[in-house]
């Protein structure tokens, strides 16, 4: 320590000697005032844990869907997590790709999913955690496979990742989802969409993870809301892939359901129907679960929502985004079925640029918006009809 200070000291002595003598004094002055404005400049704000906190809320089904793994600096992993415990939501679904964890094979790094897991606990916050994106050593064909393909030899090494998972986060983050959206070509590798192999990476997965942790919930993913027909390039109709996973044995390999279920253009409450991509969709979803003998398995619905950006032609205007939003979560108070309703999204790093911009909750810069103060005011019970988007008295 001494030895670093004495050459910091020695270098800038003999700058300041330079600049003297090369541009004069004035040189000088402009130095030794960039170095006062360097140390005026604020600290990046401190991220202790402090206290546990408790969530206060009266709708416990109420869930977001949040992007923290990207996150550089940790007080804005904290300061997430406190904006989800003060809307009210004692839940979020959570991103952990297998890459950034097992990028050598055998050899794990937690320590991104332990800061994230640790404020998460300490906000009162449980984590529902969705797994996928392959790491280089695991991927058949690295230049021609997507980041998320994932061919049958290396199923055993996922399961060996899930089960370290499960393990290491019990009783925290005990409900893992296995790969999301299956029902798309991109998580194929454009080879085509497979619900049987599916099924098979469940059943590879399952036993290994309630080994290594007996209480862990392995939630079948996630499937894209899509009408694509059987032999699509793109994709395949959600329900159609639902039902040929089961036909395939799936069923007996997962412990609970993940929906992806969006609104578009729609209201909440418009009726679902198979040739229809509305938020509804979830109850032929569990429909289908029933139908194969699942009805008591519980169901989380891990993203949903309204997408309020103003040049998507799927978006609606915030007003009606807020009210589509407060009415869907109504709905989902009345299906016993549901666990979890987690909304798409709460924010992002950095803005996207796009219409994914259109679903977040508050801007990077945690600039709060209509949505947010919506939901707070459902899940705290102060819903107002004629202002419901607005934030409380003391925050206007």
């Known amino acids: 320590m001494l030895n670093t200070a004495r050459h910091n000291l020695t270098t800038n002595v003999r700058l300041l000697w330079w600049l003297l003598r090369r541009y004069g004094d004035w040189a000088v002055r402009v130095l030794v005032i960039a170095l006062v404005l360097v140390r005026l400049q604020p600290a990046e704000p401190r991220a202790a844990l402090g206290e546990p906190q408790t969530v206060i809320t009266e709708k416990p089904h109420l869930c977001v869907h949040t992007r923290l793994i990207d996150e550089v600096e940790t007080w804005k992993i904290q300061k997430s997590l406190q904006l989800v415990r003060e809307m009210g939501a004692d839940h979020i679904v959570e991103f952990f790709p297998w890459a950034y964890i097992e990028n050598e094979r055998g050899v794990y790094n937690w320590q991104l999913v332990d800061r994230i897991v640790s404020h998460a606990e300490n906000q009162g916050i449980r984590v529902i955690a969705r797994t996928g994106f392959v790491?280089?050593?695991?991927?058949?064909?690295?230049?021609?496979?997507?980041?998320?393909?994932?061919?049958?030899?290396?199923?055993?090494?996922?399961?060996?990742?899930?089960?370290?998972?499960?393990?290491?986060?019990?009783?925290?983050?005990?409900?893992?989802?296995?790969?999301?959206?299956?029902?798309?070509?991109?998580?194929?590798?454009?080879?085509?969409?497979?619900?049987?192999?599916?099924?098979?990476?469940?059943?590879?997965?399952?036993?290994?993870?309630?080994?290594?942790?007996p209480d862990v919930m392995i939630l079948f993913a996630g499937l894209a809301p899509t009408l694509e027909p059987p032999g699509s390039a793109n994709a395949l109709d959600d329900i159609l892939f639902l039902e040929a996973a089961y036909e395939a044995g799936a069923g007996n390999y997962f412990d609970g359901m993940t929906l992806h279920t969006y609104g578009f253009t729609h209201p909440a409450e418009m009726p679902p129907a198979p040739d229809a991509l509305n938020f509804r969709r979830a109850e032929l979803l569990y429909d289908v679960m029933a139908r194969y003998g699942d009805a008591d398995k519980p169901v989380y619905i891990t993203e949903t929502g309204w997408n309020d950006h103003p040049q998507w032609a799927l978006a609606v205007r915030p007003s009606e985004r807020a009210i589509y939003t407060i009415d869907g979560l109504h709905i989902a108070e009345d299906w016993p079925w549901l666990d979890q309703m987690c909304l798409w999204m709460l924010r992002t790093p950095a803005p996207i640029n796009s219409h994914q911009d259109g679903y977040t909750m508050m801007t990077p810069e945690f600039q709060l918006k209509a949505i947010y103060y919506a939901v707070q005011n459902y899940a705290l019970g102060r819903e107002r009809d004629s202002a419901l988007w607005l934030p409380p008295p003391s925050e206007q």
């Open 135 to 213: 790491p280089w050593w695991a991927r058949a064909d690295i230049e021609q496979s997507t980041l998320n393909t994932l061919s049958e030899d290396a199923y055993p090494d996922f399961a060996n990742f899930v089960a370290a998972f499960a393990e290491r986060y019990a009783g925290t983050a005990d409900e893992i989802i296995i790969w999301n959206e299956p029902n798309l070509a991109f998580e194929w590798g454009y080879t085509g969409v497979d619900p049987a192999g599916y099924a098979r990476l469940l059943e590879a997965v399952y036993d290994r993870a309630h080994a290594a942790n």
